[in-house]
Nanobody
Framework: VQLQASGGGVVQAGGSLRLSCTASGRTFRTDYAMTWFRQAPGREREFVAASRRSSGNTLYADSVKGRFTISRDTAKNTVYLQMNSLKPEDTAVYYC??????????????????WGQGTQVTVSS
């Protein structure tokens, strides 16, 4: 599966951005997960949000809950991350990932075999 991410940019604190990630090529089992991670300089890659394709179930990191929304367009094999009320600490490279991952392991980046190229999000104070 190839993943193509887009939508990053520079925004002031309190602003909004929407990231997109489109999957193409070989597909996973029906209810595969598409997930966003992020990595700030000098820090480990961290989980942001996940969505299961068929069930529509979602999962969020506590740090983004209530501010970020993950959604999917299954016809387009695309997942979106709407980011509102952005904070400087949200600054990072954002990556999308996909794989058949069980619910309890969605937060673990090593469970995913397909990754997008990353898109930079910079939030200025």
């Amino acid at each position: 599966v190839q993943l193509q991410a887009s939508g990053g940019g520079v925004v002031q604190a309190g602003g909004s951005l929407r990231l997109s990630c489109t999957a193409s090529g070989r597909t996973f089992r029906t209810d595969y997960a598409m997930t966003w991670f992020r990595q700030a300089p000098g820090r480990e890659r961290e989980f942001v949000a996940a969505s299961r394709r068929s069930s529509g179930n979602t999962l969020y990191a506590d740090s983004v809950k209530g501010r970020f929304t993950i959604s999917r367009d299954t016809a387009k094999n695309t997942v979106y991350l709407q980011m509102n009320s952005l904070k400087p600490e949200d600054t990072a490279v954002y990556y999308c990932a996909a794989d058949n991952v069980i619910w309890g392991l969605l937060r673990r980046p090593d469970e995913y075999s397909s990754w997008g190229q990353g898109t930079q999000v910079t939030v200025s104070s």
